[in-house]
């Protein structure tokens, strides 16, 4: 297992100073990552601060974003926790990657340590307190995109430290460009990104990958505040009636119930425009909800650009 050390200046106030800043990689000591040698040092978006001895290639992810970067850059995690790494868009059931059980920030640090990894990424903001445990067996780097940019930077991030740099550019500047289409035909219709369930529902503001991504192409006036991820009420949702809504469902047990009926018995719901026209659109929440990264966001902008098509 490579040598480390951490560094650890556990300050939030440095995601919202600069989260651009906190994804930057510098190669040490005139170290080449694309070749396999010289000590590399990153700092995550809690500030703080990884160095390896190269690059690495055990990585065992606590969330979604890190799979999504693996599956880009070509590198298998040895561990996973998100369900979603085992469809075929990604790696499929059969990839013999170490499920990590345990609640979400309560992870099982010992299905950690099992998988032998030489660096565990997780969610800033969540998995923070795991940190002294899992450093018994390799560092951990914490990431919190707020938009998709940040995403993107993200990526170029895991190509440095795995020494997978021209991979990730090239799937970078590819995803930036598929952006970058799609804004040519950006739509004056309102859409909004919701998820929950009736009395919880959420919004991806501005202030998040998925939100950032819709305001690219369409009107989205759901500023980010304080919480990226706002609680409204249907009654707010209406204030603003958008055109088109992307529902996620979160369900329970055998409930699959779509969002769009569960709200259905509320007399505002059908008030709001999308409502009306039967542009409501179930997606998948797991891409929506936990993937973050460029292959997620490239499934949820095909979804998008194929609604806001002519009606």
């Known amino acids: 297992m490579r040598k480390f050390t951490t560094s650890s200046r556990f300050q939030r106030t440095a995601v919202a100073v600069s989260t651009l800043a906190v994804l930057t990689t510098t190669a040490c000591a005139g170290g080449d990552s694309d070749s396999g040698t010289g000590a590399i040092s990153v700092t995550d ?21 890190c799979v999504d970067a693996l599956k880009e850059v070509g590198i298998t995690p040895v561990a996973y926790r998100e369900d979603l790494a085992t469809d075929d868009r990604f790696f499929g059931p059969d990839a013999g990657m170490r499920k990590i059980t345990g609640g979400f920030g309560e992870e099982n640090v ?12 997780g969610l800033a903001g969540v998995q923070d307190g795991l940190r002294v445990a899992v450093e018994e067996s390799a560092p951990l780097y914490l990431v919190d995109p707020a938009s998709w940019q940040q995403s993107v930077d993200f990526l170029r991030t895991v190509g440095q430290v795995t020494g997978k740099e021209s991979e990730a550019t090239a799937a970078a500047d590819a995803f930036t460009e598929k952006v970058d289409a799609a804004k040519q035909s950006r739509s004056d219709l309102t859409t909004l990104s919701m998820y929950g369930e009736p ?31 706002a609680t409204v009420s ?38 709001i425009s999308a409502a009306e026209n039967d542009r409501v659109v179930e997606v998948e929440a797991d891409v929506w909800a936990t993937g973050r990264g460029t292959v997620s966001l490239g499934i949820v902008l095909d979804v998008v650009m194929a609604e806001l098509g002519p009606a």
């Open 234 to 271: 249907v009654e707010q949702i209406a204030s603003v009636n958008p055109d088109v809504i992307f529902a996620q469902a979160f369900s329970a047990g055998s409930d699959s119930e779509p969002l769009s009926v569960r709200l259905a018995a509320n007399p505002v719901w059908p008030t």
């Open 45 to 65: 978006a809690t500030g703080a601060t990884v160095s390896l001895d190269g690059p690495v290639d055990r990585i065992a992810c606590l969330t979604m974003i």
């Open 110 to 121: 010992e299905d950690i340590a099992l998988s032998e990894p030489d660096l565990v990424i």
């Open 199 to 229: 009395g919880s529902l959420g919004v991806d503001s501005v202030g998040t990958p998925v939100g950032s991504l819709l305001a690219e192409v369409s009107r989205y006036p759901w500023a980010s505040g304080t919480d990226a991820f």
